[in-house]
């Protein structure tokens, strides 16, 4: 027989899910601070390597990047992989 704390947590988890279904992904700022093999700061503990890291075209071949670069990632749901958007510059 269930109480009203099963009944609870089953609200907070079919809550917490339904908001986790809406945001599919989200966006985050980085500073390169390796190009061979590509490296990428995003927080003061972790850093993104190549492998987790997709490139655009722009990047590749338009504004390539360099050191110090400030970018803008759109990172995909679970945090495994990382779409390197575009530089950021100052207005």
Known sequence: MHDSKDLL???????????????????????????????????????????????????KTLSPLVEGDEVVLFKKKGGQRFLILDKVVTM
């Open 9 to 59: 947590k089953l609200i907070k988890k079919a809550a917490y899910e339904a908001v986790e279904a809406s945001q599919p992904a989200d966006f985050c700022f980085g500073t390169v601070t390796k190009l061979a093999p590509l490296s990428i700061k995003i927080e003061d503990k972790l850093t993104l390597t190549a492998p987790q890291l997709v490139c655009t075209e722009t990047i």
